[in-house]
């Protein structure tokens, strides 16, 4: 039979599991809804602020240059300022050129 000692003892001991149990999931909640969002939100700011930057830059460096070069290990894309107007013609004049190759190569395969 249990004495009163060692049913105090297990007493005890239920209380400091049932408590740090109780204190793990006070932590893992705090984590989840206060921690956690407020990291995620920091990140997505810094992210902002290096979008921004790199922005600001490759703005800076088109005034002071007139174009800018952005590459990786195979590509390089070239931003030059164009106004609406001249893309117009140029978008205009690219569509010209295929509507003229699609004739030729129809009238080359009727001639054959």
Do not use: C, H, W
Not at 83 to 91: A, N, P, W
């Amino acid at each position: 039979m249990l004495t009163e000692r060692t049913k105090i003892k297990r007493t005890n001991l239920i209380i400091v599991a049932l408590v740090l149990i109780i204190l793990i999931l006070i932590i893992i909640i705090l984590y989840s809804f206060v921690i956690k969002p407020s990291i995620n939100g920091y990140l997505v700011k810094k992210q902002v602020e290096a979008k921004d930057a790199v922005l600001k830059t490759i703005l800076l460096q088109i005034q002071q240059q007139g174009f800018t070069q952005i590459s990786d290990s195979q590509t390089s894309i070239y931003l030059i300022p164009i106004s609406q107007e001249d893309l117009q013609t140029l978008l205009t004049n690219q569509q010209a050129q295929r509507n003229q190759q699609a004739i030729q190569q129809k009238q080359e395969t009727l001639a054959d």
